[in-house]
């Protein structure tokens, strides 16, 4: 983990940010196109992956199973040479999303060793929705030592090649079907990528009942069944995989990821306090229609050029002639929701929105629990910020935010996690003051060359190394 922080000229409230800000893919369809790697016979190749620490991270884990991973223009995978089924325990911690790779090894080779996943402090996340899902397939799962092993088959101690094809490992003849049907007692996107990963392999179909529908989730649904998966429903709440039998996957056609639709509204929320006129280009703005609607009731002048995407060309968001103070913007409250929902990803940056207008707001966050750790930080630089529960805030706005307290920590910030780090640099952007934020290993796990983009715009922003 990297020891930098971002020193920070606010902008006292002022609109000066001008220019354009180009969206990489998105992280969260990238990192499972990556582990679906593991699916195909031979290298695939992977498009518009973003430049970010968690890719980094998935890259060292595929490595050490054994994959070839080189990063160019593209992104490519070769994972002929896996020779390992227990995912790296020291790299799982740092990135919850490492729990993904189980679907596809466990398809492959019937058996993978993983950790209790890490990643950002927001909260419990169990993962007791894919160990039940995995048992319902007919695997045996085991705990020992904060680790978990489940296997197809009971197949005993084996490096990938002593065990083959296992197809999907819920019945080893390939001659004979099986159906199942998984009711998630939640909803859980990693659970349903997961999933339905394990089972584009099996000898039967499965489906999947109260899945997450998530733009990322059909970006690589899509891929997979170009490439020879059989999968029907993604982006619905029924997922239905029909198993090759065994049969991996042929890498037909490259993998692209979709615009990062948690990036672009990141910045459409900085650049509704931030900026004059800022056009965010390469996006999905049907991606993002709650924050948009939400954004233009509040008084926010955006214009929206829905692209063609069936002819591949993006959208853009717009923001222009954003010239009246941020206190005349109007207050709204906000419920997380999953897709098509308001994201839990863009909590924090709402948030600290809505510290700078008008009027009362509260924000309840559904999704997961302990995700407002960084509004003390808010509360420090002097947002109207209260912490009703663990789930919801309460703003009221606006206040002025600045450096209240003395000492050489007056104003030094922190980011918490990947979106709350976003949300802390926008706030210190807003703020009248120079300040120090730390933790930027968070933000860059999420935010590719988030200082330079901004810096673009007119942005007084350093990465310095951190004392």
């Known amino acids: 983990m990297n020891k930098e922080s971002f020193n920070i000229q606010g902008l006292g409230g002022a609109k000066t940010l001008n220019g354009t800000i180009r969206i990489n893919g998105a992280k969260n369809a990238a990192l499972k196109a990556m582990a679906a790697a593991v699916l195909f016979d031979g290298p695939v190749e992977l498009h518009n992956i973003p430049d970010t620490e968690d890719i980094h991270t998935m890259t060292e884990i595929l490595e050490k199973l054994g994959a070839q991973v080189t990063h160019g223009a593209s992104v490519k995978i070769d994972p002929t040479n896996i020779d390992a089924t227990t995912i790296d325990p020291k790299l799982a911690a740092i990135m919850r999303a490492s729990i993904v790779l189980t679907g596809p090894l466990l398809a492959r080779y019937g058996r993978v060793t993983f950790p209790a996943p890490g990643g950002c402090v927001i909260g419990a996340r169990p993962i007791d929705q894919f160990l039940k899902g995995y048992e319902k397939m007919g695997a045996v799962v085991t705990e020992n030592d904060c680790s ?80 020879g998966a059989h999968i029907i429903g993604a982006g619905t709440d029924t997922i239905s995989v029909r198993g090759t039998a065994g049969k991996l996957l042929s ?93 839990t990803d863009l909590q924090a940056q709402i948030v600290t929105y809505l510290t700078q207008v008008t009027g009362k707001s509260t924000v309840v966050e559904n999704i997961f629990e302990g995700r407002f750790k960084y509004i003390d930080d808010l509360q420090r630089i002097g947002a109207g910020v209260t912490l009703d529960s663990s789930s919801k805030v309460s703003i009221t706005g606006p206040q002025e935010l600045r450096v209240t307290g003395n000492g050489e920590n007056a104003a030094n910030l922190l980011a918490h996690d990947i979106r709350a780090g976003f949300a802390i640099v926008m706030a210190a952007l807003v703020a009248e003051g120079i300040f120090t934020v730390s933790n930027v290993y968070f933000i860059d796990r999420g935010y590719e060359k988030m200082e330079e983009k901004l810096r673009a715009l007119g942005a007084k922003i350093d990465r310095v190394q951190s004392r």
């Open 251 to 343: 890498p037909i056609t490259p993998y692209t990821a979709i615009p990062d639709r948690i990036e672009a509204g990141s910045y459409l929320i900085l650049g509704a306090l931030c900026a004059e006129q800022l056009t965010i280009e390469n996006c999905r703005p049907d991606h993002l229609k709650v924050l948009i609607d939400l954004l233009i009731q509040s008084g926010v002048p955006i214009k929206i050029d829905n692209g063609d995407v069936g002819n591949g060309r993006n959208g853009s968001i717009s923001i222009i002639g954003n010239t009246k103070p941020n206190a005349m913007f109007r207050p709204f409250d906000v419920s997380t929701r999953e897709y098509p929902g308001f994201p």
């Open 148 to 227: 978990y092993t489940i296997e197809f088959g009971g197949q005993g101690e084996g490096d990938p090649g002593s065990l083959g094809l296992v197809a999907g490992g819920m019945i080893r003849d390939p001659g004979v079907k099986k159906d199942i049907t998984i009711d998630f007692e939640m909803i859980t996107v990693g659970g349903t990528e997961t999933l339905m990963m394990a089972a584009v392999l099996g000898n039967g179909t499965v489906t999947l009942n109260n899945c997450a529908q998530e733009p990322e989730i059909v970006n690589v649904a899509e891929w997979l069944n170009e490439c």
